[in-house]
């Protein structure tokens, strides 16, 4: 089983939907969680951060942490077309290093 | 916000020569510093980790003595690919985590690096 997993994509919504990005992890002590988004030959930059169980919601986006089920969501509000990258989520397991998973490459559509 | 520069951004060198790739923070202060490598289409994979003052850490697969990482101090990382080949071929990131404990990470901004 690979450390952190993410849904296969690629992905592809129209405009102004959601779209919905899935992750599970292996490690039960993992603390942080992370999503990044990363355009073509760029490096990724942070979305956003959980650490706790719920939602957290940052302007149209949402992240869901559910730690009993090793879960971990993102959701996109009102998608653009810039929105259209690979997201890559990220777990920090002891606070000493990131694991990241394959990524799920989103297209929205005009 | 914190910012770390990663220099060069892409580099083409002949196979068996080496390269070195530069991570500095420029407004923090890092004690700890990573290296991923991301082969395309693919996800973002950990070579090492490297401690201030101390030796690097690296995962297993990774060969030391091909990637040579030097953390001399609390702003600067080095990453050196000796005796490059084509196979070596890929995009190089560094990642760098805030001191004091935060879960704070920020990225450089990559190397490409083409072995021909």
């Known amino acids: 089983q690979k450390e952190v997993e993410q849904n296969s994509g690629p992905l592809s919504v129209p405009e102004g939907a959601i779209a919905s990005l899935n992750c599970t992890y292996s490690d039960r002590g993992s603390q942080s969680f992370f999503w990044y988004r990363q355009y073509s030959g760029k490096s990724p930059e942070l979305i956003m951060s959980i650490y706790s169980n719920g939602d957290k919601e940052d302007g149209r986006f949402t992240a869901q942490l559910n730690k009993a089920s090793q879960y971990v969501s993102l959701l996109i509000r009102d998608s653009q077309p810039s929105d259209s990258a690979t997201y890559l989520c990220a777990v920090n397991r002891n606070n000493n290093d990131m694991r990241f998973g394959a990524g799920t490459r989103l297209t929205v559509k005009p | 916000g914190a910012v770390v520069s990663q220099h060069p951004s892409w580099v083409i060198c002949k196979s068996g020569t080496s390269v070195k790739i530069e991570c500095r923070s420029l407004?923090?202060?890092?004690?700890?510093m990573f290296w991923y490598r991301q082969f395309p289409k693919q996800s973002l994979m950990l070579m090492a980790t490297?401690?201030?003052?101390?030796?690097?850490?690296?995962e297993q697969g990774v060969e030391k003595d091909k990637f040579l990482i030097n953390h001399a101090s609390l702003t600067l990382s080095t990453l050196t690919v000796t005796s490059a080949h084509p196979e070596d071929s890929s995009f190089y990131i560094c990642s760098a985590r805030l001191v004091g404990g935060s879960y704070g990470y920020t990225f450089g901004s990559g190397t490409r690096l083409t072995v021909v």
């Open positions: 490297s401690n201030e003052g101390s030796k690097a850490t690296y």
């Open positions: 407004d923090f202060q890092a004690t700890t």
